[in-house]
């Protein structure tokens, strides 16, 4: 039990590490498509409001949620391994 209790510790560090990562550069990558889109297409205006107002929408977006994914494959993977190991 002290193997699968320190296993997890280190598995959710290193999906701690991986999701943070992840987050961050799928949030610079939207910065610099809505940066784009205002040089190309827009123009006019105050540029850092049209750039906050799409991050803030990004923050509610479904791509966001997704990268959540990141700590729930991974555990269900293990779990459905862990229970296909043990009990079959």
Known sequence: MAALA????????ALTVVYVSLSLY???????KLEREWD?????GDREAFVRDGLEAYDSSLRRK?????????????GTIIYFTNYR
């Open 6 to 13: 320190k296993l997890l510790l280190i598995l959710f560090v």
């Open 26 to 32: 799928s949030r610079s990558v939207r910065r610099e």
């Open 40 to 44: 190309e297409e827009i123009g006019e």
């Open 66 to 78: 997704l990268i959540l994914g990141v700590y729930i494959v991974p555990i269900l993977l293990i």
